[in-house]
């Protein structure tokens, strides 16, 4: 083993110039806000895309199926392993009253998901697609066929 001096600047530049090396997609928890008065009592956590962005969401137990009746969304359909470990099992960027939403629903949870992540501050349905693409990319709904 050698010592020698390294170049941040250049290892940092380097990293910045290949796109092919990207951070896993991961989640972040909140730190709880039960204890705050006049608090906002949804469960929420935030996730860090490939890009590195971080997008914060409101868990929902996996039956709610009305999730984009109205509004839309980034959902996520997440599983937990024994630790409470969560992994993005699919992605779905949702238009309002989305046709094709229970059927992906019911497809997530035969993969194992248990709890919907859902994200609601995209502008409109192109910054919906870029971020289910960061999230996961097209995943259950593009391989099993569900639109």
Not at 61 to 71: C, N, R, Y
């Amino acid at each position: 083993m050698s010592n020698h001096s390294i170049s941040w600047a250049a290892a940092l530049r380097d990293l910045k110039s290949n796109r092919t090396v990207r951070s896993a997609v991961r989640e972040e928890r909140l730190r709880t806000s039960a204890g705050l008065r006049g608090a906002c009592l949804l469960p929420m956590s935030a996730w860090r895309g490939s890009s590195s962005r971080r997008y914060v969401v409101v868990i929902q137990p996996l039956d709610t199926v009305d999730l984009v009746a109205d509004d839309p969304a980034v959902v996520l359909a997440v599983a937990r392993n024994a630790q409470g470990q969560a992994s993005i099992v699919a992605v779905r960027a949702c238009d309002p009253g989305d046709p094709g939403f229970l059927g992906w629903l019911a497809a997530c949870a035969t993969l194992g998901a248990r709890e919907l992540h859902a994200y609601r501050l995209a502008g409109n349905r192109a910054e919906r697609h870029a971020i289910a693409a960061d999230l996961g990319g097209p995943t259950l709904s593009a391989a099993m066929g569900v639109a």
